[in-house]
């Protein structure tokens, strides 16, 4: 019977994603954050006596140049070695662009797996066979796992890879590999790495992505952490997902239908906020507030947005000591137009009439969102990048924008047929 732990992608000292524009944007706690997540790592793999450490890739974040990062990260594996703890280690895509990577030495208990070919390094106590192959370059598109070895009878066998598995939203296609082709493989557990969200693809045998250590920005929500397997006496290994994380990263849906003041949405907000502190007790929060639904309060909200935010950013400052920090608030609220009696002639009609047809005709619905390109490429890069960027060429995202449009016309046209 032992223990050892499965973690991947700990981007040390990781770039912030432009937290520094972000006024009241604890920027400090952020910087030291992924250190302090593997520091965490270090102290739970000592205080669980783990027989060793798997790290399936990207150690760093692509090219460092400054050596601190290495020297930090070494002087923790030392303290591995000082507990008698080894550490079985694939470099990723990113540790491959990485010139530290290349060049620093660590302590002897430390096993990082050649890139030319896969290999196996093994243990006595207890018998484990560790079999993987690093990056040797930052984009790997062929199946890697394909050529690992066959598993050594007598052995608890663990294949460690670097993957996009069958592909994920927002991770480049690398060393792409099936459940199924892995599966066959004969190993007792797979330990993955790249894709930053925990996932189990298997669990017969255990094919695992424990996600990254630390979220670093708001495409990267929820605990984060790694894998604390334990394997019984019949080589049973069962798992147990870690929190490693410092700082955490959460939405917050605010559902704004039936509120008639903006006070009251700001009431609402508030109230999903402390919902939050009370979901992750002990731990700061940045949140992104996202509001939505229909409402009476859409153009109180629309007249003076900077005014609500601020209503919004007071608030959380008083939630839970101080413990929430408001990334940003996007207000995606509707007049509400039931009830009202839209007429089918004029300018309304006609405008019902098109929006109908953009609707049903996606050519039509293309031919519209065109004559935005000019606008399109005059745009800054961030109001483009991320998860929550414009998306022209989204056909989803190009709905809903329509969809925001045609409310805000009618409800302007039909005040302006009523006449002051």
Same mark, same amino acid.
């Given at each position: 019977? !032992? ?48 027989? !060793?450490? %798997? ?73 484990? &066979? ?70 189990? %693809? ?83 929060? &940045? ?11 859409? +153009? ?15 608030? @959380? ?17 509707? @007049? ?9 002639? +004029? @300018? ?9 047809? %953009? ?54 046209? %039909? ?6």
């Amino acid at each position: 019977m !032992f223990k050892f732990i499965h973690a991947a992608d700990i981007h040390l000292d990781s770039p912030l994603h432009r937290l520094d524009a972000y006024e009241g944007a604890p920027a400090d706690e952020f910087r030291q954050a992924t250190r302090r997540a593997f520091e965490n790592l270090v102290r739970l793999a000592v205080d669980a006596q783990a027989a !060793f450490v %798997l790290i399936a890739g990207d150690l760093y974040d692509g090219d460092w140049r400054d050596y601190n990062t290495g020297l930090y990260l070494a002087a923790r594996m030392g303290r591995l070695k000082e507990a008698g703890i080894p550490v079985f280690v694939i470099a990723g895509n990113h540790d491959a662009a990485s010139r530290i990577s290349r060049t620093l030495r660590f302590p002897d208990n430390v096993r990082l797996f050649p890139a030319d070919r896969p290999s196996t390094f093994s243990l006595d106590a207890p018998r484990v &066979a560790v079999h993987g192959q690093s990056f040797a370059t930052p984009s790997v598109h062929r199946d890697l796992s394909a050529e690992y070895p066959a598993p050594i009878p007598g052995c608890f066998n663990i294949g460690l890879l670097h993957t996009c598995a069958t592909g994920r939203a927002g991770h480049e296609p690398y060393a792409p590999s099936t459940p199924e082709a892995l599966g066959h493989k004969g190993y007792d557990y797979w330990a993955l790495g790249h894709v930053h969200q925990h996932e189990v %693809l298997s669990n017969d045998p255990p094919i695992v992505f424990p996600g990254n250590t630390q979220g670093r920005h708001i495409r990267e929500t929820g605990a984060k952490g790694c894998v604390l397997v334990q394997v019984d006496e019949a080589g049973r290994p069962s798992l147990e997902f870690t929190p490693l994380d410092v700082v955490r990263w959460v939405v917050a849906d605010v559902e704004a239908t039936g509120t008639r003041s903006a006070y009251e949405v700001v009431d609402r907000t508030r109230q999903s906020l402390e919902a939050l502190v009370e979901a992750h007790p002990g731990m700061p929060l &940045a949140a992104r507030v996202l509001i939505g639904g229909e409402t009476a309060a859409h +153009g109180e909200l629309l007249a003076d947005p900077e005014r609500w935010a601020s209503e919004i950013r007071s608030g @959380a400052t008083e939630i839970g000591d101080g413990r929430i920090w408001v990334e940003k608030i996007r207000m995606d609220t509707r @007049a509400p137009v039931e009830g009202l009696t839209l007429p089918r002639t +004029g @300018a309304v009609g006609e405008l019902l009439e098109l929006f109908e047809t %953009l609707a049903q005709d996606p050519a039509a619905r293309q031919e519209v969102l065109a004559e935005l390109d000019d606008l399109q490429k005059k745009l800054p890069r961030e109001l483009l990048d991320g998860g929550d960027g414009l998306r022209f060429d989204d056909p989803q995202w190009s709905s809903g924008l329509l969809e925001r449009v045609k409310q805000m016309l009618v409800r302007r046209l %039909l005040h302006k047929e009523e006449g002051p």
